[in-house]
């Protein structure tokens, strides 16, 4: 019992929070729209930025995983409102440069966005093409209901600019046309608290 009690306490001695200087693309949005982490250590760190459209919310983010750049949205619909994508491209402009990128599909989970371009068919069960309907409802009980959520990503090419600008798909709310005006977002060294394994 004290070997493994050791070997425990070795473990975890090994085990350490470091802050890590990181590139991340923040929103150029008032600070009240910004969204911020939800780790208690990061709280700090903007993942993104609020809209609301007729109702609907948006939270869009430019991300890194592995070596690719990608957008997230989340998309949160309350009963009574249905949105619907007009459109499956979504364009980053740096520059004179615009790039355009296609929406795989949209989901009520919040996959990894390499899920999204998975042929996994257990996966490919879960999302729907990304011009389907968003029916909005909630989801959760008590304290915890939420409008649905819907989410949508795709990998982009923001090619390390130090700011870039990204178009959603336009989209119509109960039919009606609705959309967002382009989001800048500048590339910021913004200091992350990482665990760090010795």
Known sequence: MVKWLTLIALALACVACAPVPQHRYVADVPEDSLVY?????????????????????????????????????????????TLTL???????TQGSLTRDSVVPNVSTDNYRIEDRY???????????PATAPMVGGTVGTGALISDKHYWLATYVDAAAADDVWITLPPFSINGSPAGL???????RLIMII?????
């Open 37 to 81: 982490a939800s780790c208690p250590a990061n709280k700090h760190v903007p993942v993104g930025a609020l809209f609301t459209v007729d109702g609907v919310h948006a939270t869009v983010g430019l991300f890194r995983a592995g070596d690719r750049d990608y957008v997230e949205v989340q998309f949160d619909v309350p009963p009574g409102k």
């Open 86 to 92: 007009q459109s499956d491209v979504l364009k980053l």
């Open 118 to 128: 998975s042929t996994n068919p257990a996966l490919q069960k879960g999302m729907l």
């Open 181 to 187: 005006e382009p989001i800048h977002f500048k590339r």
């Open 194 to 198: 990482a665990m760090i394994n010795c």
